[in-house]
C-alpha cells in the first residue's frame, strides 16, 4: 500500500517562503521613515495583519468543507503569522536590550507552556464537539486576546536599565 498524501499538502510546507516576510521587511525597515510613521504605529500594524487578519482566515477554515479552501485557509492563517516577527520579537529587543535574552526566553517558555496546554485543550474540544470548528474559534479568541493586549499596553519607549529614555 503507497504512502503519502495529497500533493496539496505540501503548499504548507512551503508557508516559511510566504511573501510575507518579505513586506514585513518592507514596512518595517523602509516605510516607517520614508512615510512618517511612529515606529509603534508600524509594528502595532504588523501584530494587527499577523493575529487579527490571521484569525479571520482561521474562522473561515473551521466553515470550510472543500479541500482546496482549506490549503489556502490554512495557508493564509499561518503565513500571516510571519508578521508577528517585525511587530513584538523586535519591540523586547528594543525596549530592553540589556535584557532582551531573558525577556525572549520567558516569552517563549510561556509559548512552549501555552502550547502544552493548547495541545490538551485542543483535543478535548475536537472530542467533545466532534469538529474542528470549536478548535479555529479558540485560535482567533486567543489570537485576537493577544493582539488586544498588545494595542493597548504596546510601547516603543525604551524601558532598559539605562537611565535615559529614548522614544523609539
Not at 474562522?59 to 489556502?72: A, D, E, I, N, W
Request: proline share 4%; net charge neutral.
Amino acid at each position: 500500500m503507497p504512502q503519502g498524501g495529497h500533493p496539496l499538502s505540501a503548499i504548507l510546507g512551503l508557508r516559511l517562503l510566504h511573501p510575507a516576510l518579505l513586506a514585513a521587511d518592507l514596512l518595517q525597515r523602509d516605510l516607517p521613515q520614508l512615510q512618517g510613521y511612529r515606529t509603534i504605529m508600524v509594528r502595532k500594524f504588523m501584530q494587527a495583519m499577523g493575529l487579527g487578519l490571521s484569525s479571520v482566515f482561521a474562522l473561515c477554515l473551521g466553515h470550510t468543507s472543500s479541500f482546496c479552501k482549506s490549503m489556502v485557509f490554512a495557508s493564509a492563517a499561518i503565513g500571516l503569522q510571519t508578521f508577528n516577527h517585525s511587530g513584538i520579537s523586535v519591540n523586547i529587543q528594543d525596549l530592553a536590550p540589556s535584557c532582551a535574552g531573558f525577556l525572549f526566553g520567558v516569552a517563549n517558555t510561556a509559548g512552549a507552556l501555552a502550547g502544552v496546554v493548547g495541545v490538551y485543550l485542543g483535543g478535548y474540544l475536537i472530542e467533545t464537539t466532534g469538529s474542528w470548528t470549536s478548535l479555529f474559534n479558540l485560535v482567533a479568541v486567543v489570537s485576537n486576546l493577544g493582539l488586544c493586549t498588545f494595542l493597548v499596553f504596546g510601547k516603543a519607549q525604551r524601558v532598559d536599565l539605562s537611565p535615559a529614555h529614548e522614544d523609539l
